[in-house]
């Protein structure tokens, strides 16, 4: 009876104590954790001296290539052609353009325009032509600037000198309004031109 007894009260100790395998967890498992903790927050490095040295080179590189970027350069003005020609540094520039656009000689315009308005650019004649190149009021707008009726003008007699076989018709075209043969008004504007250099 009290082997019996004996047996039963071992297997209840052994029942209730803990395995060595729970003891085992029980004391890595809040290692763990303080591992765990550990590593979610590491501590951060300083910057090693070899890399902290090269920032200050870094930065003069940049305003180097900034130093070297060139500014943008401010529109250049205009510079007179000829001293002689009546015509302020804006329209004389003006009127190489457009000479160049149309093909036509500048003195050759010189001739037409010192013909047609003796370079005054308000000038109106007795039919209502008006402007340097005395422009019909019925084709042209009235309203236009001096840069635009030097536009206007030598841009038409561009298209006639390609239009005409010689230069006495286009001359007489731009006159008339066509070439009927006369050569009075041609001869007048050739002659300012061979004044200002034309044909020289």
């Known amino acids: 009876m009290k082997i019996r007894l004996i047996a039963l009260m071992l297997s209840a100790l052994i029942l209730c104590a803990p395995t060595a395998r729970e003891e085992a967890q029980a004391v890595t498992e809040p290692a763990a954790e303080e591992t765990a903790t550990v590593e979610a927050a590491p501590e951060i490095a300083p910057i090693p001296p070899a890399v902290a040295a090269t920032e200050p080179k870094v930065q003069e590189h940049y305003f180097e290539i900034c130093e070297e970027i060139p500014a943008e350069k401010a529109p250049e003005e205009p510079t007179i052609w000829r001293e002689d020609v009546p015509l302020s540094t804006e329209l004389q520039a003006t009127l190489l353009t457009i000479c160049e656009e149309a093909g036509v000689d500048p003195l050759l315009a010189l001739g037409l325009i010192q013909t047609e308005s003796n370079f005054q650019p308000d000038a109106v004649s007795k039919s209502g032509d008006y402007g340097l190149c005395q422009l019909n009021h019925n084709y042209f ?55 200002w250099g034309y044909g020289a």
């Open 141 to 195: 707008d009235p309203n236009m600037t001096p840069e635009e009726n030097l536009r206007a003008g030598i841009g038409y007699l561009g298209n006639l000198l390609e239009k005409h076989r010689t230069t006495e018709a286009a001359l007489t075209a731009y006159h008339v309004g066509h070439d009927d043969g006369t050569r009075s008004y041609a001869a007048v504007v050739l002659g300012h031109a061979r004044a």
